[in-house]
């Protein structure tokens, strides 16, 4: 117990930034993911090739991999580019954009983007086409349909997996303890490390931590599983 109590303090920060790297991330995922399903829904093959390509090579490839892509090859690119002045070592340069924060956000946005597009794009077609076609009938242009016909019948049905997709992303971000990311992994595995003898109370800390930040989050997504059936 007293260890617990002593981790306590670095746990909370873990926490604390295991929340920032998750909000960001989701955030730019939903963002990423409604454009690369507009592109997959175009027309142009030069906007939706690239989109469906871009989806199966990230949801084809492990996130492991895709974070030291990221982390240690776009990094040792931009150092390359934008070498850091040998007589001014502390000088600032493009290639500092690459750090654990940037790249364990960037990496987990544009991972789960490919997923949330998926979700889009199903969500879209789940509406009968027989209302577009009415909505171009009577004059509506395709933005209007699809902001004032489309979307708004849609979404009701994507908020369940989108909150399932969270849940699933509190547990990836661990990943970003691989390249020095200060989450709840990252905490955990320096606490068993400075306490090999005993670990089991810095085990069940994090455990905990993660139950206290996926649980809230398990209800709000079973609320909004039972509300869409009602409204079905």
Known sequence: MGLALQALPAFLVG????????????????LFGL????????????LSGPARIFVEIVRGTPIIA???????????????????????????????LINPWTAGIGT????YAAYEAEIYRAGFLSVER???????????TPRQNFVHIVLPQSIPLMIPPFVNDFIYLLKDSAIVSVISGTDLTSVLNFWVVRNGSNTLPFY????VFYLVLSLPVSYVARV????VRAAL
Request: glycine share 6%; hydrophobic share 55%.
């Open 15 to 30: 926490a604390r930034n295991t929340i920032i790297y998750c909000v960001l991330s989701f955030i730019l995922a939903l």
């Open 35 to 46: 454009i690369l399903a507009l592109m997959q829904s175009s027309r142009f093959h030069w």
């Open 66 to 96: 895709q974070i030291f892509i990221v982390y240690y090859g776009l990094g040792a690119l931009l150092v390359q580019a934008f070498p850091i002045p040998v007589d001014h070592p502390g000088a600032w340069s493009i290639a500092n």
């Open 108 to 111: 987990l946005a544009f991972n």
């Open 130 to 140: 027989g209302q577009t076609e009415a909505a171009l009938s009577l004059g509506l």
């Open 204 to 207: 069940l800390l994090a455990i």
């Open 224 to 227: 909004c599983e039972r509300r």
